[in-house]
């Protein structure tokens, strides 16, 4: 099994920053992907950014510019840092990790607990 371990949630103000980490452990084979989603009360979890083995990031659209995505591949950990922060990016963010087995394999998700954002005044 994967675990992956997410922390550096919390409460900031509007315009503030964060920085989330993720670290992966358990048995890890061929990583495709590491990223981070989110998810609020009622809504579908959204992708907010991804970085594939090859370091290529891809971001939502309504974080481009604010957020960075970044990866440790020798320690398996990818963070999330996050500035100019606004109320809409009050979720819950999970940490998510796509691998194979092989390298023609299905690839398989895992996901973290969780970590809480709240951008308020």
């Known amino acids: 099994q994967v675990q992956l371990v997410e922390s550096g949630g ?3 103000q509007p315009g503030g920053s964060l920085r989330l980490s993720c670290k992966a452990s358990g048995s890890i084979f061929i990583i495709e992907y590491m990223g981070w989603y989110r998810q ?9 950014a991804t ?7 891809n971001y939502a659209d309504s ?13 398996n950990t990818v963070d999330l840092q996050m500035s100019s922060l606004k109320p809409d990016d009050t979720a819950i963010y999970y940490c998510n990790l796509n691998q194979r087995r092989t390298t023609r394999g299905l690839r398989y998700d895992y996901w973290g607990q969780g970590t809480q954002v709240t951008v308020s005044s």
């Open 40 to 48: 609020t009360p009622g809504k579908q979890r959204e992708l907010v």
């Open 10 to 12: 919390g409460l900031v």
């Open 63 to 75: 974080v481009k510019g604010r957020f960075t995505i970044s990866r440790d591949s020798a320690n």
């Open 51 to 57: 970085i594939s083995s090859g370091l290529i990031t």
